[in-house]
């Protein structure tokens, strides 16, 4: 006898059941409409890219974890990231383009990196990125940290703090304690701090060269809190960089009030470095308060030159992504979305006598509602325990008797409660 073939998926990526696919898509639907109420333009880049292009940019771990493949003589390989790509899209189609570019990606990445949980190979990202032209307004840096806000007070899962920084303060400080040559490495250990502690990112950055005692000092300059712009203001650092970095961060912090951002939701925190190099200047993290355990939720930061590798002109930006795949994995596992609806209908439609139950439908899909009609000759009951199965909160049941007197039966499957409507303008009534 010939063995099955294996039905499991491959490690590291993902499929929903129904009721968890209407949820993350429900989440879904929310990012994408607050990306679009602020005037955000849907994109999607293709999945695969030529490999120069996914690998203009990579370099280390990253460059490691890019799916590359052959197809005759193209070399082509899986998108790592959205921003890259978007990159290349701004600088192929500059002359069709108005500027600034606000465009909103919510799509499908690949990292070939080690599975684990929470950790995907195949994962949806929701991207928003302002694309200007030659410059770029520090008003858009704060405006971007106003839709994350949001995005997850709609999303509602809780209090959540924007983090935010300037990379130049970092490479300023670092900088002046004479540590510019070894500034990629400091950024890409201090970006660890949370996850693996102070006297870990202290041994790890002897391990790369820098002093103990310079070590602590780096470390001490990163967790200053209270007020942190007054506290870098009262340092007294005379670099440049750390100047014009500490600068623009008054001006973000500004501009965010003029946004009405709340103060409690958002927090200068100098330990947010962002390992990927392109960041030049603000750079976010944002985390659920209640659940520090699932890390940052949306990240991003604001790069000057990510489109250099493909062309010529200056064309800054600023932008965040939300790991969505991810965000609604931890999201899961904190009991933080409802999964028991098995069907997108809000209504089970019971009746043998289809062209009845077919004309309600109609009529109540036509005023927003999902309809999910049964008409095969099963017993009610059996139809009862289906709509149940699938979580739908209301049943409509257009029998031989309802038909013969003119009325619906309207049963509500959580309070068992079941009345009767003498017409459609009833039961819509009922349904709102």
């Known amino acids: 006898m010939k063995d099955k073939i294996s039905t499991k998926t491959l490690p590291g990526f993902i499929e929903y059941l129904p009721a968890e696919q209407l949820a993350f898509n429900d989440i879904l639907d929310t990012i994408r409409s607050v990306y679009e109420s602020y005037g955000f333009v849907p994109l999607d880049t293709p999945v695969l890219e030529r490999q120069e292009v996914i690998l203009a940019k990579a370099g280390g771990e990253t460059e490691k974890q890019i799916y590359c493949l052959e197809k005759g003589d193209e070399k082509l390989a899986l998108r790592f990231d959205l921003t890259v790509p978007l990159a290349r899209y701004v600088s192929e189609h500059y002359n069709n383009l108005v500027f600034p570019f606000r465009r909103y990606c919510i799509s499908k990445v690949y990292r070939g990196e080690r599975p684990q949980r929470g950790r995907f190979r195949e994962f949806y990202q929701a991207d928003i990125d302002i694309v200007g032209e030659g410059e770029l307004s520090l008003i858009n840096e704060a405006e971007i940290v106003s839709i994350i806000y949001s995005v997850f007070s709609r999303l509602n899962f809780g209090d959540f703090t924007v983090r935010l920084n300037n990379r130049k303060l970092l490479s300023g400080f670092f900088t002046e304690l004479g540590l510019s040559d070894k500034a990629t490495d400091v950024l890409r250990l201090v970006d660890k701090l949370d ?206 008797d309802e038909i013969a007197g003119a009325y619906f039966s309207l049963k509500d499957m959580t309070s068992g409660e079941q009345i009767k409507a003498r017409s459609i303008d009833e039961v819509k009534d009922f349904l709102k």
């Open 195 to 400: 996850k693996i502690g102070r006297d870990n990112v202290v041994e790890a950055l002897i391990e790369v060269g820098v002093a103990k005692n310079i070590a602590e000092q780096i470390l001490d300059f990163v967790t200053l809190d209270g007020d942190v712009l007054i506290a870098l203001t009262k340092l007294n650092i005379k670099n440049e960089i750390f100047a014009e970095g500490l600068k623009e961060m008054t001006e973000v912090v500004g501009y965010l009030k003029d946004f009405g951002v709340p103060d409690k939701n958002y927090k200068v925190d100098l330990a947010i470095a962002r390992g990927l190099d392109y960041y030049t200047g603000t750079v976010y993290e944002t985390v659920l308060n209640d659940y520090p355990q699932i890390g940052s939720i949306c990240s991003g930061g604001r790069y000057d030159d990510l489109a250099g590798y493909y062309s010529d002109r200056k064309l800054p930006g600023v932008g965040v992504s939300i790991g969505l795949s991810r965000l609604f994995f931890q999201l899961q596992a904190a009991d933080l979305v409802a999964t028991k609806q098995a069907t997108s209908a809000d209504i089970f439609l019971v009746s043998e006598n289809i062209k009845a139950a077919s004309a309600l439908a109609d009529n109540l899909r036509a005023s927003g509602f999902s309809v999910l009609s049964s008409y095969g000759p099963e017993k009610f009951k059996k139809k009862l325990t289906l709509a149940n199965r699938l979580g739908v909160k209301i049943v409509i049941i257009l029998g031989e």
